[in-house]
């Protein structure tokens, strides 16, 4: 049975999971952990890992698919295009049995992006200390032909 590529409703990956899963049809929705702010403090929520998709194993045909609530289309139309099973057994294993992928903990040495968010946005950052209780960070940025050391959020870097 192939597994399909779903497209969901606008933040509704979660409703539409649940609502395939009830409708008896296996899925992968994978997820993590970010960092928002919400009535002006920061907290953690659950985060899709791709927005507004998740998968699906389709037995027979897309139709019951299509009328779970959440659900927006399917990739491919009414002759979706299958996922291959490798790339299926893959993404399972990037995540626990609740889909939870974790990102591998932050190192002295470690280069990662600079998130969208920041003045430095796109630009590689070398961590030279790691963050305090409350998630400032040192890190090395190439600016202007030199190294500069930089002060950063946490929430300022891409994942890994």
Known sequence: MPWICIHTEKAKESVANQALEAAGFPTLFLHTRRRRWRHGRRVIVKA???PSYLFCECMNG???????RGVAAVIG?????AVPPEVIM???SRGDESGLVTTPP????D????????PLAGLLATIASLPDPHGK?????KLLGGETLVTLQLEDLDEA
Not at 62 to 68: F, N
Not at 106 to 109: A, E, Q, R, S, T
Not at 137 to 141: F, I, Q, T
Request: hydrophobic share 50%; charged share 25%; with cysteine.
């Open 111 to 118: 280069v990662r992006r600079i998130g969208r968010v920041s």
């Open 106 to 109: 932050l190192k002295v040495g």
């Open 62 to 68: 897309v139709r019951p698919v299509l009328d779970c």
């Open 137 to 141: 960070l040192r890190a090395w940025v």
């Open 90 to 92: 893959e993404l399972r």
């Open 48 to 50: 899709p890992l791709f």
């Open 77 to 81: 139309g009414f002759q979706p295009i």
